[in-house]
């Protein structure tokens, strides 16, 4: 295993807490604007808006590779469900968020 996917599980394994009434899952970003993929696993009481997100590691874009490598020892690793995202594309665009305390932005925003 080579020491990103290590690094990865390491963080993985730290944040997956398994919390009762929770419900857990993976995003993968393709942030075209910084050049690396981003992987988080996000967390949300059952019912409720998203809670917590942490992001486990970056690997650049151009490392192909190693971007592979990782995701395969994630998905050996992890039966969570995983999500796909690219900063092209934004999941909600219509919507501007004011307000973002879980990601440290503690005042409005526009």
């Known amino acids: 295993m080579i020491k ?5 599980l390491e963080r993985y394994d ?3 807490t398994k919390l009762f009434n929770h419900e857990y899952w993976l995003v993968i970003v393709a942030d075209y ?3 690396v993929h981003t992987f988080y696993l996000y967390n949300k ?12 590691a970056r690997v ?13 020892d994630l998905k050996a690793h992890s039966n969570l469900r995983i999500e796909f995202r690219d ?7 219509e ?13 409005a925003t526009g």
Do not use: C, N, W
């Open 95 to 107: 919507s501007t968020v004011l307000v973002d305390r879980v990601h440290g932005h503690g005042s």
């Open 60 to 72: 650049e874009m151009a490392d192909k590779d190693t971007y592979t490598v990782m995701l395969r």
């Open 45 to 56: 009481h059952i019912k409720q808006p998203l809670t917590d997100s942490h992001e486990l």
């Open 33 to 35: 604007y910084d050049k």
């Open 14 to 16: 730290a944040k997956f």
């Open 87 to 93: 900063t092209r594309r934004p999941v909600r665009p």
């Open 4 to 8: 990103a996917s290590q690094e990865l």
